[in-house]
């Protein structure tokens, strides 16, 4: 059974990542979606579809059992409910998904090139990126083309062609902070690209390792 104060607490949670996302620009209108699972019971609270991240409110948040069922709400389900519930579903390791709409980052996914992990914090938090199409049809991504990529337990991030970006964590501050990190990758991706070309010169090498215990040890 769902824990009224679970539930209370996570939902304050979510409106406080989701009023940081907007804040930092990383997503503006009501687009992107942000979930995080309940303990007390199989179930994840998410914002539902016309909701803008910094408009969410305990009321209008919904709570969606792991079998697709939602608890009564006036609110449209989300677009992209179907795979959130899927990446809790095929990882217990995800308790929390940050899916935004960055603009360097989804810039960088539109022009079908891969944000190169070229920080070493990127390397350390992150390790890859991958890029998922969009679907066979030309829509947007779905369960099908995401979910194979998550089954990965190494993959904690993607970035999604014409769409945005997804972060995953235990936490949902642990997703944000990973949503955060693309953008700046993509972003400082943008500038050292543009440097590299504007002065003509041989892209220096990228670093191998995220930590210098890491370097050491190798
Ligand atoms: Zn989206």
Same mark, same amino acid.
């Given at each position: 059974?769902?824990?009224?104060?679970?539930?209370?607490?996570k !939902?304050?949670?979510l409106?406080?990542?989701?009023?940081? &996302?907007?804040?930092?620009?990383?997503? *503006?209108?009501?687009?992107?979606n942000l979930s995080v699972r309940l303990d007390s019971a199989d179930a994840i609270i998410i914002?539902?579809?016309?909701? +803008?991240?910094?408009?969410?409110?305990?009321?209008?948040?919904q709570v969606v059992h792991l079998d697709g069922s939602i608890?009564?709400?006036?609110?449209?389900?989300s !677009?992209d409910l179907g795979f959130h519930l899927d990446l809790y579903r095929i990882r217990q390791d995800i308790r929390a998904v940050v899916h935004?709409?960055?603009?360097?980052?989804? +810039? =960088?996914?539109?022009?079908?090139?891969?944000?190169? &992990?070229?920080?070493? $914090?990127? #390397?350390?938090? /992150?390790?890859?990126?991958?890029?998922?199409?969009?679907?066979?049809? +030309?829509?947007?991504?779905?369960a !099908?083309?995401i979910s194979?990529?998550f089954r990965?337990i190494?993959v904690v991030?993607?970035?999604?062609?014409?769409?945005?970006?997804i972060g995953v964590g235990k936490t949902l #501050?642990?997703a944000?902070?990973?949503?955060?990190? /693309?953008?700046? %990758?993509?972003?400082?991706? =943008?500038?050292?690209? %543009?440097?590299?070309? *504007?002065?003509?010169?041989?892209?220096?090498?990228?670093? $191998?390792?995220?930590?210098?215990?890491?370097?050491? !040890?190798?």
């Amino acid at each position: 059974m769902i824990d009224p104060s679970e539930l209370y607490h996570k !939902k304050d949670e979510l409106i406080s990542i989701a009023k940081r &996302c907007f804040d930092l620009r990383l997503q *503006t209108n009501a687009g992107g979606n942000l979930s995080v699972r309940l303990d007390s019971a199989d179930a994840i609270i998410i914002k539902p579809s016309g909701v +803008g991240f910094n408009e969410c409110i305990q009321d209008n948040l919904q709570v969606v059992h792991l079998d697709g069922s939602i608890e009564p709400s006036q609110h449209k389900p989300s !677009k992209d409910l179907g795979f959130h519930l899927d990446l809790y579903r095929i990882r217990q390791d995800i308790r929390a998904v940050v899916h935004c709409h960055s603009p360097w980052a989804t +810039g =960088y996914a539109s022009a079908g090139l891969p944000i190169p &992990c070229l920080t070493v $914090q990127t #390397i350390e938090k /992150i390790g890859q990126i991958p890029l998922i199409p969009l679907s066979s049809k +030309g829509g947007p991504q779905t369960a !099908k083309e995401i979910s194979p990529v998550f089954r990965d337990i190494k993959v904690v991030a993607a970035v999604l062609a014409n769409h945005g970006t997804i972060g995953v964590g235990k936490t949902l #501050i642990a997703a944000q902070y990973l949503a955060e990190i /693309i953008e700046e %990758t993509a972003q400082i991706a =943008y500038i050292r690209d %543009t440097l590299i070309s *504007t002065h003509n010169i041989a892209p220096p090498p990228l670093p $191998q390792f995220g930590t210098a215990i890491d370097a050491e !040890k190798a």
